[in-house]
């Protein structure tokens, strides 16, 4: 009779053939050796840390400063705190002053942006989705002609500007400001670079096959997939269109008119001129309170950076 214990083994024993019977080996795991590893450079490290520290140190200096009054600026170390809190009162006192023009010049900043940028991004979107996915002729053209005007910096297209927009009547308007922002070279350039790897054009076929026309197929099929680069177009030309300065120094004479950047500006040559009043205070809490939307929307659209392409959406 054989026994219970010798029939288990002779059931767990592994066979020559490998059938179902055999029992399973398991994998160990491979050892890291420490070849694999990643070295550590000191010297990016240093570097890092050096360009870590001239970003951030300006912006702890704005915070800081921001918490003092007038006199406190001139009486304190720029990065250590003063006696008198008065970050409340700086910002209430910004937001008053001059019977509240800050309020006005934020306003315009908002509608810049809003039509400026926001225009130069669907703009960008078009003409990059349109020369990445359709061939015409002159396109070679066009790319030369996109190419060209990256490399021509804005400032030396103001005064021409200026003299267009003069003859037409629209200087010291916001017009003046709002549609040489919808013109973005390197949005039009990074977005046509985008579209033609993040739209398969499998994917745009099949959906021509579906019936669908080109609107929809944009719309619908082609702008899902470009949503990353859309993101990063709008950051880029929403900080050009917030931070810019020379534009709208060349263009407007109305303070009414001024964005951010112009109007922080006159308030800080006021302890220039004549009779003029020195609110130091309030052009660096102006400015702290200017950076708060630009660190906002950073870090609200931050996760569409990290979105991938059409990985996966076409079989090979």
């Given at each position: 009779?054989?026994?219970?214990?010798?029939?288990?083994?002779?059931?767990?024993?592994?066979?020559?053939?490998?059938?179902?019977?055999?029992?399973?080996?398991?994998?160990?795991?491979?050892?890291?050796?420490?070849?694999?590893?990643?070295?550590?450079?000191?010297?990016?490290?240093?570097?890092?840390?050096?360009?870590?520290?001239?970003?951030?140190?300006?912006?702890?200096?704005?915070?800081?400063?921001?918490?003092?009054?007038?006199?406190?600026?001139?009486?304190?170390?720029?990065?250590?705190?003063?006696?008198?809190?008065?970050?409340?009162?700086?910002?209430?006192?910004?937001?008053?002053?001059?019977?509240?023009?800050?309020?006005?010049?934020?306003?315009?900043?908002?509608?810049?942006?809003?039509?400026?940028?926001?225009?130069?991004?669907?703009?960008?979107?078009?003409?990059?989705?349109?020369?990445a996915k359709f061939d015409f002729p002159g396109r070679r053209s066009v790319f030369a002609v996109v190419i060209g005007a990256v490399a021509v910096p804005g400032t030396a297209l103001?005064?021409?500007?200026?003299?267009?927009?003069?003859?037409m009547g629209l200087t010291n308007t916001p017009w003046a400001v709002i549609v040489p922002s919808l013109i973005s070279p390197f949005g039009l350039y990074l977005m046509w670079v985008?579209?033609?790897?993040?739209?398969?054009?499998?994917?745009?076929?099949?959906?021509?096959?579906?019936?669908?026309?080109?609107?929809?197929?944009?719309?619908?099929?082609?702008?899902?997939?470009?949503?990353?680069?859309?993101?990063?177009?709008?950051?880029?030309?929403?900080?050009?269109?917030?931070?810019?300065?020379?534009?709208?120094?060349?263009?407007?004479?109305?303070?009414?008119?001024?964005?951010?950047?112009?109007?922080?500006?006159?308030?800080?040559?006021?302890?220039?001129?004549?009779?003029?009043?020195?609110?130091?205070?309030l052009v660096v809490t102006g400015s702290l309170i200017t950076i708060l939307p630009l660190i906002a929307a950073f870090l609200l659209l931050q996760k569409y950076w990290q979105s991938?392409?059409?990985?996966?959406?076409?079989?090979?």
């Open positions: 009779m054989t026994s219970p214990v010798a029939t288990a083994s002779d059931r767990s024993a592994p066979t020559s053939s490998g059938t179902s019977g055999s029992a399973p080996r398991l994998r160990t795991p491979r050892r890291r050796h420490s070849a694999d590893r990643p070295r550590r450079s000191v010297l990016l490290t240093v570097l890092t840390s050096l360009v870590l520290l001239y970003s951030l140190v300006p912006l702890v200096w704005l915070a800081i400063s921001a918490t003092k009054t007038q006199e406190g600026l001139s009486r304190s170390a720029g990065l250590w705190l003063d006696g008198d809190f008065a970050l409340w009162d700086n910002i209430t006192e910004t937001f008053t002053y001059d019977d509240g023009v800050f309020t006005r010049w934020l306003l315009n900043t908002l509608l810049y942006v809003g039509l400026g940028a926001g225009g130069a991004t669907f703009l960008a979107v078009l003409g990059g989705y349109a020369l103001a005064v021409p500007t200026f003299l267009m927009f003069s003859k985008f579209a033609t790897e993040a739209i398969p054009t499998e994917l745009m076929e099949a959906a021509r096959i579906d019936g669908a026309g080109e609107l929809r197929t944009f719309f619908r099929v082609a702008l899902p997939l470009l949503a990353p680069g859309v993101v990063t177009v709008l950051l880029f030309t929403m900080v050009a269109t917030w931070n810019n300065y020379f534009l709208p120094l060349v263009m407007l004479k109305d303070p009414d008119w001024y964005p951010l950047t112009l109007g922080l500006n006159s308030w800080n040559q006021q302890a220039a001129t004549a009779g003029g009043e020195a609110v130091f205070n991938g392409l059409a990985a996966g959406s076409v079989k090979e």
